[in-house]
């Protein structure tokens, strides 16, 4: 079986990867990463802490994911940040995501929050999303 948490951050990739107004606040293309790769100017995002915790019900093997993304802002400019995350939320909020191996349930972005690193300057906005899976039987 896929884990649940691999199957929701493929979906999650495949969903934001196609959208046009995303990619031209990423400076042309969507740029989610595990790592941030080297050298790499914002605006990227990543995903950042992520939980799937059993959540099973009535025999149904259920999933209750809380999963984060990072967005980076250009220096000094916390707007850029929060424009592609509020971008990533509208995609995300309530979407009917396709799962390998398990069924989206819900899906729901529980908060966005704009962070600045007083030591250098950057900017950063915070996407949380809960979601709940079930697992599909083979």
């Known amino acids: 079986m896929t884990s649940p948490l691999l199957a929701m951050r493929a979906a999650i990739l495949a969903r934001l990867g196609?959208?046009?107004?995303?990619?031209?606040?990423m400076g042309g293309v969507v740029r989610l990463y595990d790592e941030p790769p080297r050298a790499a100017l914002p605006v990227f995002?990543?995903?950042?802490?992520?939980?799937?915790?059993d959540d099973s019900v009535d025999g149904a093997r259920r999933h209750l994911h809380t999963l984060a993304l990072v967005v980076f802002g250009?220096?000094?400019?916390?707007r850029s940040?929060?424009?592609?995350a509020e971008r990533i939320a509208a995609l995300l909020?309530?979407?009917?995501?396709t799962l390998a191996g398990h069924a989206l349930v819900s899906l729901r972005v529980e908060s966005i929050a704009g962070h600045r690193d007083q030591s250098s300057g950057e900017t950063r906005a915070t996407v949380t999303l809960k979601a709940v899976t079930e697992?599909?039987?083979?």
């Not at 196609?18 to 606040?25: K, N, P």
């Not at 995002?45 to 915790?53: I, P, Q, S, T, V």
């Not at 250009?74 to 916390?78: C, D, F, Q």
């Not at 697992?135 to 083979?138: C, F, H, L, R, S």
């Open 18 to 25: 196609g959208d046009a107004a995303l990619a031209a606040l």
């Open 45 to 53: 995002a990543l995903f950042g802490d992520g939980e799937a915790r």
């Open 74 to 78: 250009k220096r000094g400019s916390t």
């Open 81 to 84: 940040a929060l424009d592609a």
């Open 93 to 97: 909020d309530e979407a009917g995501l």
């Open 135 to 138: 697992a599909i039987a083979d």
